[in-house]
Nanobody, 123 residues
Framework: QVQLVESGGGLVQAGGSLRLSCAAS????????VGWFRQAPGKEREFIAA????????YYTDSVKGRFTISRDNAKNTVYLQMNSLNSDDTAVYYC????????????????WGQGTQVTVSS
């Protein structure tokens, strides 16, 4: 129902910042909760942040609290992930995904995945 395209990844030095974007197409985007995940080589895809369909209430995994901020602009059909104070442990492919609720997203019970965008943090 929703097609997702991530962008904004790249190479950044430790301590730097990046803002990822998740652009969606589809009439029902605003009705979905959205989450960000990341996956490093040889590791399981990890939940990092989620936001309700209406915005406002957000959820973060402990390792990114205080550093990452998820937000959405439904008028632009876009969800963002602002990443600050990046370190080498943040190196991964970052994916956005949609689900019927934030709990489903956190549990990776998602309906759509984006293709991912690579984030590499040099130390």
């Amino acid at each position: 129902q929703v097609q997702l395209v991530e962008s904004g990844g790249g190479l950044v030095q430790a301590g730097g910042s990046l803002r990822l974007s998740c652009a969606a197409s589809g009439r029902t985007f605003s009705n979905y909760a959205v989450g960000w995940f990341r996956q490093a080589p040889g590791k399981e895809r990890e939940f990092i942040a989620a936001i309700r369909w209406s915005g406002g209430v957000t959820y973060y995994t402990d390792s990114v609290k205080g550093r990452f901020t998820i937000s959405r602009d439904n008028a632009k059909n876009t969800v963002y992930l602002q990443m600050n104070s990046l370190n080498s442990d943040d190196t991964a492919v970052y994916y956005c995904a949609t689900g019927l609720s934030t709990q489903r997203v956190i549990d990776k019970r998602v309906d759509s995945w984006g293709q991912g965008t690579q984030v590499t943090v040099s130390s």
